[in-house]
Protein backbone atom coordinates (compact mmCIF):
# COMPACT_ATOMS: atom_id res chain seq x y z
CA UNK A 1 0.00 0.00 0.00
CA UNK A 2 2.37 2.67 -1.17
CA UNK A 3 -0.50 5.54 -0.76
CA UNK A 4 -0.48 8.68 -2.97
CA UNK A 5 2.94 8.37 -5.30
CA UNK A 6 4.12 11.50 -7.54
CA UNK A 7 6.48 11.37 -10.54
CA UNK A 8 8.56 12.96 -11.29
CA UNK A 9 9.84 14.17 -7.75
CA UNK A 10 11.95 16.99 -9.33
CA UNK A 11 12.14 18.67 -12.66
CA UNK A 12 13.16 21.31 -14.42
CA UNK A 13 12.26 22.91 -17.90
CA UNK A 14 12.59 25.77 -20.49
CA UNK A 15 10.03 28.41 -20.49
CA UNK A 16 7.05 27.32 -23.08
CA UNK A 17 7.86 23.68 -22.82
CA UNK A 18 4.99 21.62 -21.44
CA UNK A 19 4.66 18.60 -19.13
CA UNK A 20 2.56 16.23 -17.56
CA UNK A 21 2.94 15.93 -13.42
CA UNK A 22 1.26 12.51 -12.28
CA UNK A 23 -0.43 11.29 -9.52
CA UNK A 24 -1.43 7.64 -8.58
CA UNK A 25 -3.27 6.29 -5.73
CA UNK A 26 -3.97 3.22 -4.03
CA UNK A 27 -6.24 3.53 -1.77
CA UNK A 28 -9.95 3.49 -4.01
CA UNK A 29 -10.05 6.73 -3.01
CA UNK A 30 -12.94 8.87 -4.84
CA UNK A 31 -11.64 12.40 -4.49
CA UNK A 32 -8.15 13.96 -5.77
CA UNK A 33 -6.68 17.55 -5.95
CA UNK A 34 -3.83 18.80 -7.18
CA UNK A 35 -2.13 21.91 -4.78
CA UNK A 36 1.25 24.48 -5.57
CA UNK A 37 2.89 25.70 -2.81
CA UNK A 38 5.16 28.25 -2.90
CA UNK A 39 8.32 29.72 -0.50
CA UNK A 40 7.01 30.90 2.56
CA UNK A 41 3.18 30.22 1.44
CA UNK A 42 0.23 27.87 2.19
CA UNK A 43 -1.29 25.40 0.09
CA UNK A 44 -3.29 26.69 -2.97
CA UNK A 45 -5.97 24.42 -4.57
CA UNK A 46 -4.92 24.23 -8.45
CA UNK A 47 -8.06 21.68 -9.51
CA UNK A 48 -9.67 18.58 -8.00
CA UNK A 49 -12.01 15.72 -9.27
CA UNK A 50 -14.53 13.99 -7.23
CA UNK A 51 -14.87 11.04 -9.26
CA UNK A 52 -13.22 9.18 -12.16
CA UNK A 53 -14.28 11.34 -15.51
CA UNK A 54 -14.33 14.96 -13.97
CA UNK A 55 -12.56 17.73 -12.83
CA UNK A 56 -13.58 20.92 -11.76
CA UNK A 57 -11.42 24.05 -10.87
CA UNK A 58 -9.79 25.28 -7.58
CA UNK A 59 -8.32 28.56 -6.79
CA UNK A 60 -5.47 28.69 -8.77
CA UNK A 61 -6.57 27.23 -11.91
CA UNK A 62 -4.83 29.54 -15.05
CA UNK A 63 -2.46 27.88 -16.86
CA UNK A 64 -3.12 24.21 -15.96
CA UNK A 65 -5.51 21.21 -17.20
CA UNK A 66 -5.70 18.01 -15.32
CA UNK A 67 -7.28 14.98 -16.65
CA UNK A 68 -8.77 12.15 -14.41
CA UNK A 69 -9.35 8.71 -16.94
CA UNK A 70 -8.67 6.35 -14.51
CA UNK A 71 -10.03 6.25 -10.77
CA UNK A 72 -6.58 5.86 -8.98
CA UNK A 73 -4.67 8.70 -11.66
CA UNK A 74 -5.13 12.58 -11.36
CA UNK A 75 -2.49 14.48 -14.10
CA UNK A 76 -1.75 18.16 -14.04
CA UNK A 77 -0.81 19.22 -17.13
CA UNK A 78 1.17 22.55 -18.02
CA UNK A 79 0.85 23.02 -21.97
CA UNK A 80 3.24 26.09 -21.72
CA UNK A 81 5.35 26.42 -19.06
CA UNK A 82 5.92 29.96 -17.39
CA UNK A 83 8.84 30.77 -14.71
CA UNK A 84 5.68 31.70 -12.27
CA UNK A 85 4.74 28.50 -12.67
CA UNK A 86 7.88 27.54 -10.38
CA UNK A 87 6.49 25.86 -7.46
CA UNK A 88 6.40 22.64 -5.46
CA UNK A 89 3.21 20.50 -6.10
CA UNK A 90 1.47 18.02 -4.07
CA UNK A 91 -1.25 16.06 -4.94
CA UNK A 92 -3.61 14.34 -2.67
CA UNK A 93 -6.34 12.16 -2.09
CA UNK A 94 -9.59 10.98 -0.11
CA UNK A 95 -12.48 9.17 0.39
CA UNK A 96 -14.29 12.45 1.69
CA UNK A 97 -14.16 10.63 5.26
CA UNK A 98 -13.60 11.60 8.45
CA UNK A 99 -9.96 10.62 7.75
CA UNK A 100 -8.77 13.62 5.92
CA UNK A 101 -6.76 14.11 3.05
CA UNK A 102 -3.67 11.50 2.06
CA UNK A 103 -0.85 13.87 0.54
CA UNK A 104 1.68 12.44 -1.90
CA UNK A 105 5.60 13.74 -0.95
CA UNK A 106 5.68 16.28 -4.09
CA UNK A 107 7.25 17.39 -6.81
CA UNK A 108 9.41 20.47 -7.23
CA UNK A 109 9.30 22.78 -10.97
CA UNK A 110 11.90 25.03 -11.95
CA UNK A 111 10.76 26.70 -14.83
CA UNK A 112 14.05 28.70 -16.34
CA UNK B 1 -10.60 32.45 1.59
CA UNK B 2 -9.71 30.41 4.36
CA UNK B 3 -12.07 31.11 7.18
CA UNK B 4 -9.48 30.95 10.17
CA UNK B 5 -7.51 33.16 11.51
CA UNK B 6 -4.08 31.69 13.42
CA UNK B 7 -0.73 33.26 15.23
CA UNK B 8 2.01 33.59 12.22
CA UNK B 9 4.57 31.58 14.75
CA UNK B 10 4.90 29.97 18.49
CA UNK B 11 7.60 28.61 19.81
CA UNK B 12 6.93 25.84 22.57
CA UNK B 13 9.97 24.23 25.33
CA UNK B 14 9.95 20.34 24.40
CA UNK B 15 8.45 18.18 26.96
CA UNK B 16 5.85 20.75 27.58
CA UNK B 17 2.26 20.75 26.07
CA UNK B 18 2.12 22.44 22.44
CA UNK B 19 -1.27 24.61 22.84
CA UNK B 20 -2.03 25.82 19.07
CA UNK B 21 -5.03 28.31 18.86
CA UNK B 22 -7.18 28.66 16.36
CA UNK B 23 -10.05 31.50 15.34
CA UNK B 24 -13.04 30.70 13.02
CA UNK B 25 -15.50 33.39 14.13
CA UNK B 26 -17.91 32.88 10.95
CA UNK B 27 -18.25 28.97 11.41
CA UNK B 28 -21.33 27.28 10.12
CA UNK B 29 -23.16 24.21 12.48
CA UNK B 30 -22.55 22.07 10.00
CA UNK B 31 -18.59 22.60 9.64
CA UNK B 32 -16.36 20.75 10.99
CA UNK B 33 -12.61 21.81 12.34
CA UNK B 34 -9.79 20.03 10.68
CA UNK B 35 -5.94 19.63 11.33
CA UNK B 36 -3.42 19.46 9.34
CA UNK B 37 0.89 19.80 9.78
CA UNK B 38 3.60 20.09 6.98
CA UNK B 39 6.92 18.99 8.44
CA UNK B 40 9.60 20.70 6.18
CA UNK B 41 9.00 20.32 2.52
CA UNK B 42 7.16 16.97 3.14
CA UNK B 43 3.18 16.66 2.23
CA UNK B 44 0.89 17.76 4.74
CA UNK B 45 -0.60 15.25 7.55
CA UNK B 46 -3.32 15.40 8.72
CA UNK B 47 -3.79 14.99 12.61
CA UNK B 48 -7.04 15.34 13.40
CA UNK B 49 -10.78 16.87 13.10
CA UNK B 50 -13.98 17.74 15.35
CA UNK B 51 -17.76 19.39 14.99
CA UNK B 52 -18.35 20.17 18.52
CA UNK B 53 -16.94 17.40 21.18
CA UNK B 54 -13.64 17.70 22.74
CA UNK B 55 -11.29 15.44 20.37
CA UNK B 56 -8.53 12.32 21.22
CA UNK B 57 -6.47 10.53 19.29
CA UNK B 58 -2.81 9.63 19.69
CA UNK B 59 -1.16 12.31 17.82
CA UNK B 60 -3.31 15.14 19.67
CA UNK B 61 -6.24 16.30 21.37
CA UNK B 62 -8.77 19.21 20.16
CA UNK B 63 -10.68 21.48 22.21
CA UNK B 64 -13.35 23.18 20.68
CA UNK B 65 -15.13 26.22 22.92
CA UNK B 66 -18.65 25.66 23.22
CA UNK B 67 -19.44 28.66 21.16
CA UNK B 68 -17.85 27.07 18.42
CA UNK B 69 -15.79 30.49 17.38
CA UNK B 70 -12.45 28.61 18.45
CA UNK B 71 -10.21 25.57 19.11
CA UNK B 72 -7.27 25.12 19.94
CA UNK B 73 -4.69 21.69 18.86
CA UNK B 74 -3.40 20.38 21.92
CA UNK B 75 0.68 18.39 21.57
CA UNK B 76 1.03 16.93 25.46
CA UNK B 77 4.19 16.19 25.36
CA UNK B 78 6.33 18.34 22.61
CA UNK B 79 8.91 17.16 20.78
CA UNK B 80 11.69 17.79 17.99
CA UNK B 81 9.68 16.42 15.54
CA UNK B 82 6.87 17.91 16.17
CA UNK B 83 8.30 21.67 14.39
CA UNK B 84 6.26 22.31 11.33
CA UNK B 85 3.42 24.42 10.26
CA UNK B 86 0.66 23.67 11.89
CA UNK B 87 -2.91 24.05 9.56
CA UNK B 88 -6.29 24.72 11.27
CA UNK B 89 -8.75 24.38 8.55
CA UNK B 90 -13.08 24.54 8.82
CA UNK B 91 -15.19 23.16 6.13
CA UNK B 92 -18.68 20.60 5.54
CA UNK B 93 -18.05 17.09 5.93
CA UNK B 94 -19.37 16.41 2.93
CA UNK B 95 -17.50 19.42 1.34
CA UNK B 96 -15.10 18.30 -1.51
CA UNK B 97 -12.36 20.70 -0.96
CA UNK B 98 -10.14 22.68 1.47
CA UNK B 99 -8.49 25.55 1.77
CA UNK B 100 -5.50 25.92 3.39
CA UNK B 101 -4.26 29.45 5.08
CA UNK B 102 -0.90 30.42 6.21
CA UNK B 103 -0.76 28.58 9.15
CA UNK B 104 1.13 28.48 12.57
CA UNK B 105 4.61 27.57 12.55
CA UNK B 106 5.41 26.21 15.71
CA UNK B 107 9.46 25.89 16.35
CA UNK B 108 10.07 23.27 19.04
CA UNK B 109 13.01 24.22 21.24
CA UNK B 110 15.67 22.29 22.91
Known amino acids: NAGVTQTPKFRVLKTGQSMTLLCAQD?????MYWYRQDPGMGLRLIHY???????AKGEVPDGYNVSRLKKQNFLLGLESAAPSQTSVYFC???????????FGSGTRLTVV | DAKTTQPPSMDCAEGRAANLPCNHS???????VYWYRQIHSQGPQYIIH???NNETNEMASLIITEDRKSSTLILPHATLRDTAVYYC???????????FGKGTRLHILP
Open chain 1, 92 to 102: ASSLLDRYGYT
Open chain 1, 27 to 31: MNHEY
Open chain 2, 89 to 99: IVRVQEDDKII
Open chain 1, 49 to 55: SVGEGTT
Open chain 2, 26 to 32: TISGNEY
Open chain 2, 50 to 52: GLK
